[in-house]
């Protein structure tokens, strides 16, 4: 697939991008690159080939799971206008 001028000035007048000629140009030339790229790894076959979230395999470190913070609830709890049952109450703004 690929891109025509009036193509990218399409797409710029429906993105109310305003470009001028060289820049239609430009864009063309980087645009189309980009398709025949895709289109270069479409082409290959990947049958076989297991799915991977990350090209190399890592192991993220992980940090040792624990409370570095004090319960301070009841203190915030306090200050509030109104709370029930360890929860906030707040005016209903949808009707």
């Known amino acids: 697939m690929s891109l025509t001028l009036e ?3 399409r797409v710029a007048h429906l993105a109310r991008i305003e ?3 060289a820049e239609a140009e ?3 030339g980087h645009l189309n690159g980009i398709f025949s790229l895709i289109e ?5 076959d990947t049958q076989g080939v297991e799915p ?3 090209a190399q395999n890592l192991a993220q470190r992980l940090r040792e799971d ?3 913070e004090e319960n301070r609830r009841a203190a915030f709890q306090a200050i509030a206008p109104e709370t029930e049952a360890g929860l906030y109450l707040v005016p209903k703004v949808i009707e």
Do not use: G, I, K, N
């Open 52 to 54: 991977m979230a990350h």
């Open 7 to 9: 193509q990218v000035r």
């Open 19 to 21: 470009v001028t000629d």
């Open 26 to 28: 430009s864009t063309l």
């Open 40 to 44: 270069e790894m479409q082409a290959v």
């Open 66 to 68: 624990r409370v570095t």
